[in-house]
């Protein structure tokens, strides 16, 4: 198919556009201007931003299937309007644009995010919605304004919720591996909390399932890997595959999360990274983990990449890559 895949600069669409291409697809790919550098592949490479509907236009011309997997994630000094415009409303502007195109359906990539701290483990797509920052909240109103538009344009929308990502060249969970590896790693909190990844080659194969799988149209997916541990365990096991003993210094949680505050008031005004943030602090107290059955059961989405191989292939790659 020709496809079109948004965000390719970045981590997740970047895979995702190799991974496509690998499999035979005629790859175009939408980034922003002077970010073509980032671009990793050789595609027909479209320059816009998403909130230009004449950019999304020309990107979209001759297109099957578009995977919308760009955004705004979390950067210090944004207003919460900026958000808005990319996570949200530009969510729209890429629907109409694929209808004006003739192209048949629209992967939304969302984040489980939406369901916030979960409290009863595993949760499913019908869990409760409980974002708890602006880029949940914004990821949430991205996916009514998917909806909205899939009922008014006609295109098939499914929206896939990853979990935590990881995997070779991602830089979210750098600090954790990095942290652990050189033993400098100090948990906040008793460390009995889920946490869920999905490792990144499962993860593009679930978008590839998303986009492709005729009964997913108007279907709403988690797309998570096959086995879920507390952060204790995690951390373990990181430190298992790094070499090194495991740490075992808990601090409490309150005050590093009073710091936050504290840090984000002072330095988001002035529009400075915060060395301190409450969703750092965060990562340390909500609980993820969730139910792929359905995922399993409609998509056929398999996770072929058990934990401690992805802990060990995305360790080697940062070695190599001289990030630890």
């Not at 922003?32 to 320059?47: I, L, P």
């Not at 330095?267 to 399993?296: H, Q």
């Amino acid at each position: 198919m020709r496809v079109l895949v948004t965000g390719a600069a970045g981590f997740t669409g970047g895979h995702l556009a190799r991974f496509l291409a690998a499999r035979g697809d005629d790859v175009r790919v939408l980034v922003r201007a002077g970010t073509r550098a980032r671009v990793q592949g050789t595609f027909d490479v479209a320059e816009g931003d998403l909130r230009d509907a004449a950019a999304l236009r020309t990107a979209v011309r001759g297109v099957e299937v578009i995977y919308h997997i760009a955004a705004i994630y979390r950067q210090a000094g944004l207003r919460d309007e900026e958000y808005r415009a990319v996570n949200a409303e530009a969510v729209g502007t890429v629907i109409e644009a694929a209808r004006a195109a003739g192209a048949r359906r629209v992967v939304h990539c969302s984040t489980v995010g939406v369901h916030g701290d979960v409290e009863h483990p595993p949760a499913n797509e019908d869990a409760p919605l409980k974002p708890g920052d602006v880029y949940q909240q914004t990821k949430l109103e991205g996916e009514r304004v998917a909806r909205a538009a899939a009922a008014n344009t006609g295109v098939e929308v499914v929206i896939a919720r990853p979990t935590g990502i990881y995997g070779p060249g991602d830089r979210r969970l750098l600090k954790l591996f990095r942290g652990v590896a050189h033993r400098r790693f100090i948990v906040l909190g008793d460390g009995r909390i889920y946490y869920h990844l999905t490792y990144i080659d499962d993860l593009v194969e679930g978008f590839r399932l998303c986009g492709t799988v005729a009964a997913a149209a108007g279907r709403t997916y988690i797309l998570a890997g096959g086995e879920v541990t507390m952060l204790n365990e995690l951390v373990e096991l990181i430190a298992q595959e790094a070499g090194v003993q495991p740490p075992k210094l808990h601090l409490p949680v309150w005050p590093f999360w009073t710091a936050g505050a504290l840090c984000e008031a002072l330095c988001a005004p002035l529009g400075l990274e915060p060395p301190i943030y409450r969703r750092r602090v965060d990562f340390f107290t909500k609980s993820r983990a969730f139910d792929i059955t359905r995922a399993r059961r409609e998509l056929g989405y398999q996770p072929a990449v058990g934990l401690r191989e992805g802990v060990r292939r995305t360790l080697d790659w940062y070695r190599g890559a001289g990030w630890i």
